[in-house]
């Protein structure tokens, strides 16, 4: 039996990114968080982190 992989999460610059694309697109952080089912930023996956940042990316360009 193998042992289950121990997930890795977002690090401190990428958690950086995600608050910095939050204020430039208007998008709070309660709303990102429902979206990705965590409670906070540091328990996003980092598998996660290229899907968050594409859609904030998205988001920005609407709000321009």
């Given at each position: 039996q193998r042992?289950?992989?121990a997930t890795e999460f977002v690090n401190?610059?990428?958690i950086a990114?995600?608050?910095t694309l939050l204020a430039?697109?208007?998008q709070t952080l309660q709303r990102l968080l429902?979206?990705?089912?965590?409670?906070?930023l540091e328990q996003i996956p980092?598998?996660?982190y290229p899907r968050v940042e594409q859609l904030l990316e998205?988001?920005?360009r609407?709000?321009?």
């Open positions: 042992p289950v992989p401190a610059e990428q990114r995600i608050k430039e697109t208007g429902g979206f990705l089912r965590v409670d906070t980092a598998s996660e998205r988001s920005k609407r709000a321009a």
